[in-house]
């Protein structure tokens, strides 16, 4: 049995806002614009092909920053270079499969021309889509096998609208300038470590009587003649994080104080366990600059056990199925969490996603059981957009779920619950023709969290011994061809022949549905599709 449990330390990040006076304010504007400027330097000899490791020297006395401060650039680079090179290959892996597909309608075109009305046409399209998303996959291996990479500071979309400018609200060329220029320069980044002063000697914090902090950051030398060496930022408000950053802080604190003589001479080097490193990240937006403190946090003790049996979480596009189940795989109790973030801004989605994962997470604290949630790369489900009606589209477009996962990992970290990720493959089909027809109550959603919960202990969900009585879309049940294991193939091996027949059952039962009720049936059968499992 695999134990469930959470990584040692992990990342996080807090923000609030700065009240900066005007000085303050012209000094960060000062510092993004020209570590900005350093960066994009960098990124043109990274370009050029010259090893950025190597002109590090180079860099600190043409402009004048510190060992620090281009070290924090340059990691900064590093992580946007990184980022793109992994979209490219997400991106090459969504082109091949478009044209797989577009060769397979090809295909079947070419096979039934006379039964298809315009085929010259309709095989005219196709030809073209294909020759257009062959020469996108040449042109991005290309760039992949040389390790090219595009980045825009400041953003394509501002970029392009210079193109346009009555249309985008710039009555001339200048107007667009300096807001481009505006948009390249709006954020600068302070690498901590742990062996520096409070965590970061760019900027280094202190804390006042009323919990709020001071920020004494290192100014570049290139604007030390106008701001001296450093500026303090007095004050700041911590809005969110708040104990986190003051553990770190005293953390920090702590290691300081066992670095002295006195402290060394008594205890040693105990001082190297001790320290976290906090970076800070300077934004600025149409009201003020933003502070981001990111730090990492060591694990709490674990408040769950899998002795106890396990709850498992099936994420779907308008609520969070839950289903727990006991140590043996056994039903126990099922419900589902609202959460729809279709047709919300960012902010309420962030709130209604925040709300049902804490319902989730008080109720393993209650139960004690950890959470299993499905390892799903929901880039895969986005390439069946196309055969999806209209609403399904937008429904799973909007569909926030790296957010969803984002904050159940967060969430059972903080609070010491145990967290496992399976593949989900055929559960929401074994959960519903295998669970679906003994547990009544169970929904299809329900029944797949049933199987993911299950899958934690390693079940092998052998083939039921009845295939009638499987719930279809419309509240009733269906029969399914009886189906026997094919010995030396793996049971998904069979599992995928009944999702073929369940798939052909469910089809021609909205034909024939729909057929009897007309055109009205179709907001009725709406959720159909989604039921079918992937």
């Given at each position: 049995?695999?134990?469930?449990?959470?990584?040692?330390?992990?990342?996080?990040?807090y923000q609030t806002r700065i009240r900066a006076d005007a000085i303050q304010a012209k000094f960060l504007e000062d510092t993004a614009t020209h570590l900005s400027q350093v960066e994009r330097a960098l990124f043109a000899d990274y370009s050029r092909g010259?090893?950025?490791?190597?002109?590090?020297?180079?860099?600190?006395?043409?402009?004048g920053i510190t060992a620090r401060q281009f070290n924090a650039i340059r990691i900064n680079l590093e992580g946007k270079l990184q980022s793109i090179k992994a979209i490219q290959v997400d991106n090459l892996r969504v082109?091949?499969?478009?044209?797989?597909?577009?060769?397979?309608?090809?295909?079947?075109?070419?096979?039934?021309?006379?039964?298809?009305?315009?085929?010259?046409?309709?095989?005219?399209?196709?030809?073209?889509?294909?020759?257009?998303?062959?020469?996108?996959?040449?042109?991005?291996s290309s760039k992949i096998a040389s390790g090219k990479v595009s980045l825009c500071f400041g953003g394509k979309r501002l970029f392009n609208r210079q193109y346009h400018l009555k249309k985008n609200g710039y009555s001339d060329h200048a107007g667009w300038k300096e807001d481009w220029h505006q948009s390249r320069c709006q954020q600068f980044f302070l690498l901590g470590s742990k062996d520096e002063a409070m965590g970061n000697q760019s900027g280094v914090a202190t804390l006042n009587p009323d919990s709020s902090i001071n920020l004494r950051i290192r100014v570049p030398d290139h604007l030390s003649t106008v701001y001296?060496?450093?500026?303090?930022?007095?004050?700041?408000?911590?809005?969110?994080?708040?104990?986190?950053?003051?553990a770190a802080l005293a953390e920090n604190s702590l290691r300081k104080s066992l670095a002295s003589k006195a402290e060394m001479a008594k205890k040693g080097d105990l001082?190297?366990?001790?320290?976290?490193?906090?970076?800070?990240?300077f934004v600025q937006d149409d009201k003020s600059w933003r502070l981001f403190i990111i730090l990492e946090k060591p694990t709490v003790t674990s408040k769950t056990d899998q002795r106890r049996g396990a709850i498992g979480v099936d994420i779907n596009v308008s609520h969070l199925s839950v289903t727990e189940i006991d140590h043996k795989g056994n039903y126990r109790r099922a419900f589902d969490i609202p959460l729809s973030t279709y047709g919300k801004s960012r902010s309420q989605s962030l709130a209604v996603i925040g709300d049902a994962v804490s319902r989730l997470a008080a109720y393993a604290l209650e139960t004690g059981k950890p959470i299993v949630i499905e390892a799903l790369d929901f880039s895969e489900k986005k390439k069946a957009l196309n055969t999806r009606n209209k609403k399904k589209c937008?429904?799973?477009?909007?569909?926030?779920?790296?957010?969803?996962?984002?904050?159940?990992?967060?969430?059972?970290?903080?609070?010491?619950?145990?967290?496992?990720?399976?593949?989900?493959?055929?559960?929401?089909?074994?959960?519903?023709?295998?669970?679906?027809?003994?547990?009544?109550?169970l929904s299809v959603h329900q029944a797949a969290a049933l199987v993911i919960a299950r899958r934690l202990f390693r079940y092998s969900e052998r083939?039921?011994?009845?295939?009638?009585?499987?719930?279809?879309?419309?509240?009733?049940h269906l029969t399914l061809p009886v189906l026997v294991k094919i010995p030396r193939r793996h049971i998904w091996h069979t599992w995928a022949t009944v999702m073929k027949n369940l798939q052909k059952a469910l089809a021609a039962q909205y034909r024939m549905f729909k057929q009897r009720a007309g055109p009205s049936f179709d907001k009725w059968f709406d959720d159909a599709d989604q039921q079918i499992p992937f």
């Open positions: 049995m695999p134990i469930v449990k959470q990584p040692e330390r992990k990342i996080f990040t010259k090893n950025i490791l190597k002109i590090k020297s180079e860099y600190l006395s043409r402009y082109i091949t499969h478009k044209i797989n597909k577009i060769s397979k309608v090809i295909a079947r075109i070419e096979k039934n021309k006379s039964h298809i009305k315009n085929a010259h046409h309709v095989l005219h399209q196709k030809k073209r889509s294909l020759a257009i998303q062959q020469h996108k996959q040449g042109a991005l001296g060496k450093y500026v303090t930022l007095e004050n700041i408000t911590l809005n969110h994080g708040k104990a986190d950053i003051l001082f190297k366990s001790h320290g976290v490193a906090i970076n800070y990240r937008r429904q799973l477009s909007a569909f926030a779920y790296a957010s969803i996962i984002q904050h159940i990992r967060a969430k059972t970290f903080n609070l010491g619950i145990g967290l496992a990720a399976v593949n989900p493959a055929y559960s929401s089909l074994i959960g519903r023709v295998k669970f679906g027809r003994i547990y009544t109550t083939l039921p011994h009845c295939w009638d009585h499987i719930p279809d879309n419309t509240g009733g």
